[in-house]
């Protein structure tokens, strides 16, 4: 028997096997943290009560797809005809299933899991997987073990807001998720902790189900009289896999670590985080940004010995009722000055408005650094006063808070041939400096003469014109219904298309010829024509691209 791979890592299991009918007990109770108990007792009493069911049409016929702990308590269970449990309980209130509604909770619930760990993961339709790998010691107290004192945490939390939810922590994702569906013991709050190294131990005595394995395998192990996970452990495995196929050899070696599961964070994991807790929560908006500005400068101190600075900024508000606020910004530089990230918060939580309720209060806020940059010390102005750059930067960052990052652009050069193609437009905070290089500036910064027009009309609209020779200047054209006699021209300038089918944007494939002309009035106008003659076309096409001021 091989040896289990050795493991610091530790996976907390949420189970909430009652979600669906949770969600509409909590809508009509509503929500009380203040007064915990009473709101317990209260859902217990209605529990008792009012057996509910939520039905779910499957194959043409309605099935009950969820019940509260009253109804299974009279002896109904899932995927039982709703006809026959409506028949022997009269008083079974029943409402239709809402996926979408139920999947918004759960993601609710991860969110709000974010304040034990950063890494929350999905796991199916009712439960989630934490990585607390590092996290328990900063609940430890007095000598108490600090998984015990997490798990007891959350989920006495999570009761008290209306909530069924059993806990397992273990050294993989796979046993604690058995013991968390599986507990030893039901009787009060079911905390299931597996000491590090005990997962053998632990889904031993456990139904194959424990395993997370297919319904169709696990009737098919039954049948032959399989019924643990004791019954296939120390089997040959060849046999098994042949038989009963792979799932379930992957299964058993991801509970006993065997294999690597990593899980998959909703939310990407922040490089730095500052939080502070408070005994009494905080509603006020000038709290709320005394605590933004206290943690910014504890973030500040982290990245100058990195000497880095933030590009990404999130703050996240814990409210004593469960619902999570999360506002970010973003800089067009690094930056980890506290007075600026709170003058960019302020801008964002004026934004919000109304959408920012304080509740009852937040008893927990989080500041973190989604993205740090290397940021090289720069020489400070000996006039104390700040450069066009940092202006500008400040400018952008405002309005990105305000409006966006991304409805905050500016024009991007790049490397093509064809006018239209010389430029994007993207957000201003992603440009860096040493990109914003046109190839109109001469050296030395001096401005070179203006051959082509600031501003181009796109698409190019068509013309009609009248050349001396097919492949010279035009004598006269006319644009919008207008003629123009020409007095000067210069040119051609050729631009050829891309070698490759539909290059760098360009939906013709044809060379053009670029004449910049005046007219007997002053006016200047950019043309160019469509196609090399007897060559690429027979008819030349021209279009006019531009106007100089």
Aim: with cysteine.
């Amino acid at each position: 028997m091989r040896a289990a791979a050795s493991s610091r890592q530790r996976i907390l299991s949420l189970w909430f096997p009652t979600l669906p009918t949770d969600r509409l007990e909590r809508r009509q109770a509503g929500r009380s943290w203040h007064s915990p108990e009473r709101f317990r007792d209260k859902k217990s009493a209605d529990a008792e009560a009012f057996p509910r069911a939520i039905s779910s049409r499957v194959r043409n016929a309605e099935r009950i797809y969820a019940l509260n702990a009253a109804a299974m308590k009279l002896g109904l269970r899932k995927g039982e005809a709703l006809a026959d449990a409506r028949a022997r309980i009269p008083a079974l209130a029943v409402e239709e299933a809402d996926e979408a509604a139920d999947a918004c909770l759960l993601a609710a619930l991860a969110d709000w899991c974010d304040r034990y760990t950063p890494l929350v993961a999905l796991d199916g339709t009712d439960g989630l997987l934490l990585d607390i790998t590092g996290c328990a010691h900063l609940f430890a107290k007095g000598g108490e073990d600090g998984e015990a004192r997490l798990a007891d945490d959350c989920v006495s939390r999570l009761g008290a807001q209306g909530f069924s939810v059993r806990a397992g922590i273990a050294d993989t994702a796979g046993a604690a998720w058995a013991v968390a569906h599986f507990p030893a013991k039901r009787e009060g709050i079911p905390v299931t902790i597996v000491p590090p190294g005990g997962a053998r131990e632990a889904i031993t005595l456990l139904p194959l189900a424990a395993l997370r394995l297919e319904e169709a395998v696990s009737a098919r192990l039954e049948r032959v009289g399989l019924k643990s996970v004791e019954d296939v452990l120390d089997r040959p495995r060849a046999p098994l896999a042949a038989r009963f196929g792979t799932g379930l050899i992957r299964r058993l070696d991801q509970a006993l670590g065997f294999e690597d599961e990593p899980i998959s964070p909703r939310l990407a994991s922040p490089a730095l985080v500052a939080e502070r807790r408070f005994f009494e929560p905080v509603s006020r908006t000038d709290d709320v940004k005394g605590v933004i500005f206290s943690l910014a400068r504890q973030l500040a101190g982290a990245l100058e010995r990195r000497g880095e600075g933030g590009r990404a900024f999130e703050l996240a508000l814990f409210r004593v009722d469960g619902v999570v606020s999360r506002a970010m910004v973003g800089t067009s530089r690094p930056l980890r000055a506290p007075e600026r990230v709170l003058s960019l918060f302020s801008e964002k939580l004026g934004n919000l408005g109304d959408e920012l309720d304080a509740g009852f209060g937040f008893d927990l806020i989080r500041l973190g650094v989604i993205e740090a940059q290397r940021e090289n010390p720069a020489q400070a102005d000996m006039t104390g006063g700040a450069t066009l750059e940092d202006d500008l930067s400040d400018l952008v960052d405002r309005l990105g808070a305000r409006l966006g990052l991304a409805r905050v652009a500016r024009f991007l050069p790049c490397d093509r041939h064809l006018p239209e193609a010389r430029q994007a437009l993207v957000p201003a905070a992603t440009v860096r400096d040493d990109v914003l290089v046109w190839s109109g500036e001469a050296p030395g910064g001096e401005e070179a003469p203006l051959i082509r027009p600031l501003r181009l009309i796109d698409p190019p609209e068509p013309v009609e014109a009248i050349a001396m020779v097919p492949e010279g200047p035009p004598l006269r054209f006319r644009w919008r219904k207008a003629l123009y006699e020409v007095a000067a021209s210069e040119g051609p300038e050729r631009i050829a298309p891309p070698w490759w089918p539909g290059g760098h944007g360009g939906n013709s494939l044809l060379t053009r010829d670029y004449f910049r002309v005046e007219d007997r009035a002053g006016r200047h106008f950019w043309l160019y024509r469509e196609g090399l003659y007897e060559r690429e076309t027979e008819v030349p096409r021209w279009y006019l691209q531009g106007l100089f001021g």
